[in-house]
């Protein structure tokens, strides 16, 4: 079974730093990997995703995220962060292949101080 | 852009009362997702439907769930007698699928569900 591990709960960053935010997965075959992103009160929105090729991702407003297959991480990062990228971020594993159960992590609360 | 919509935004009931939760996927998708968000905690998957059929379901997704397409664009959730812990935010999803589909899942913005 599929699982992943998100390290930090709750991060609280200025505005203009840089955000790192760390996911471990475990699975034993070939995954597509997702961070999804839910600002307060609204729905999940997919912010970027890796299936193959480069594992240097970019995503929509700034977000990058790399595949180290050896470290089975999927870590996200933006190098400098506004007050509107507060939200709870998840990253999420499923198995390769067009039909897939997502499994997500905890969650990451980020807040943005202006 | 295509999008996933669910109803009610909210719904509030009684304890042991019948809830359904319905959503319309996107038109062309061939995968279609429960999952639910308890207040503070992970979104959990709940079931997934392919073909008509159940695909895959949790723990969770126990006798009192049940999903249906019932008519080529609507797919519901059923809780046949609510509980105080089904008090969750419902998500539906859908996904293109096999045959080229990205496997990407787009979310509906929820339903709300409290129960009494």
């Known amino acids: 079974a599929q699982s992943v591990s998100q390290h930090n709960h709750h991060v609280i960053l200025s505005e203009a730093a840089s955000l790192e935010l760390g996911c471990n997965y475990s699975?034993?075959?070939?995954?597509?990997l997702f961070w999804y992103v839910q600002y307060p009160g609204q729905h999940l929105q997919l912010l970027l995703k890796?299936?193959?090729?480069?594992?240097l991702v970019k995503g929509i407003k700034g977000f990058e995220a790399e595949f180290i297959k050896s470290k089975f991480s999927f870590n996200l990062r933006k190098p400098s962060v506004q007050w509107s990228d507060t939200a709870e971020y998840f990253c999420a594993v499923g198995p390769s292949g067009g039909y897939q159960k997502v499994t997500f992590g905890t969650g990451t609360k980020l807040q943005v101080i202006p | 852009e295509p999008e996933v919509t669910q109803t009610p935004s909210h719904q509030v009931t009684q304890m042991g009362q019948e809830v359904i939760l319905r959503c319309v996927p996107i038109?062309?998708?061939?995968?279609f997702y429960w999952y639910r968000q308890i207040l503070g905690q992970k979104v959990e998957f709940l079931v997934s439907?392919?073909?008509?059929?159940?695909?895959?379901k949790s723990e969770i997704f126990d006798d009192q769930f049940s999903v249906e397409r019932p008519d080529g664009s609507n797919f519901t959730l059923k809780i046949r007698s609510t509980k105080l812990e089904d008090s969750a935010m419902y998500f539906c999803?859908?996904?293109?699928?096999?045959?080229?589909?990205?496997?990407?899942?787009?979310f509906g913005e929820g339903s709300r569900l409290t129960v009494l």
């Open positions: 699975y034993g075959g070939t995954v597509n």
């Open positions: 890796y299936f193959s090729g480069d594992p």
């Open positions: 999803a859908s996904s293109a699928g096999a045959g080229g589909g990205t496997g990407e899942l787009f």
């Open positions: 038109s062309n998708h061939l995968y």
């Open positions: 439907f392919y073909n008509n059929e159940i695909s895959e």
